[in-house]
Antibody, heavy 117, light 107 residues
Framework: QVQLQESGPGLVKPSQTLSLTCTVSGDSISSGGYYWSWIRQYPGKGLEWIGY???????YYNPSLKSRVTISVDTSKNQFSLKVSSVSAADTAVYYCARGAGSSDYWGQGTLVTVSS | DIQMTQSPSSLSASVGDRVTITCRASQGIRNDLGWYQQKPGKAPKRLIYAASSLQSGVPSRFSGSGSGTEFTLTISSLQPEDFATYYCLQHNSYPVTFGPGTKVDIK
């Protein structure tokens, strides 16, 4: 059974960097079978795809966020991570990690990140 | 970016009703479309992939059709557990984009 679990601070101050990690179980990132993605959902319920990473480190970012986003992978820990720099209240959302670069089949439960001073 | 629209934005239906939700893409996306169901406080759950393929474990009352720019999700006989919000997603062209959602609630 594939499971993904997001972890990281639930509160980030404006202008700081949001950092989240996704731990994968039941599948191996280094097997190369899938890309691994981050997606966020705003309080108003709209969904935005952030980007993906492959075990090799290949990434693709949504151009709307590209200048502020970094996704990295640690295959030894079977984890991948998200950093969003210079955050503002507009980055307040539930952040999900997921398996797949498009129509993802497995998602984490999501973690709410609030940007507030 | 490819823009995805859904109609209706919400609907009220009764248990046993047949429900159809439409998703339209701003340009052709072949069959690179998925349908997701989301319940409050939960992650989206994939129901359909490749426009018409049923995800393993999903009841057969759910079906998808379409290609190009117009797609539909049909629930043949609405069950109590189906009251939720439904989203379409395209992955033909990056960035991946989602529809705004259709909320299905109890009539």
């Amino acid at each position: 059974q594939v499971q993904l679990q997001e972890s990281g601070p639930g509160l980030v101050k404006p202008s700081q960097t949001l950092s989240l990690t996704c731990t994968v179980s039941g599948d191996s990132i280094s097997s190369g079978g899938y890309y691994w993605s981050w997606i966020r959902q705003y309080p108003g319920k709209g969904l935005e795809w952030i980007g993906y990473i492959y075990y090799s480190g290949t990434t693709y970012y949504n151009p709307s966020l590209k200048s502020r986003v970094t996704i990295s992978v640690d295959t030894s820990k079977n984890q991948f991570s998200l950093k969003v720099s210079s955050v503002s209240a507009a980055d307040t959302a539930v952040y999900y990690c997921a398996r797949g670069a498009g129509s993802s089949d497995y998602w984490g439960q999501g973690t709410l990140v609030t940007v507030s001073s | 970016d490819i823009q995805m629209t859904q109609s209706p934005s919400s609907l009220s239906a009764s248990v046993g009703d047949r429900v159809t939700i439409t998703c339209r893409a701003s340009q052709g996306i072949r069959n690179d479309l998925g349908w997701y169901q989301q319940k409050p406080g939960k992650a989206p759950k994939r129901l359909i992939y490749a426009a018409s393929s049923l995800q393993s474990g999903v009841p057969s009352r759910f079906s998808g059709s379409g290609s190009g720019t117009e797609f539909t999700l049909t629930i043949s006989s609405l069950q109590p557990e189906d009251f939720a919000t439904y989203y379409c997603l395209q992955h033909n062209s990056y960035p991946v984009t989602f529809g705004p959602g259709t909320k299905v609630d109890i009539k």
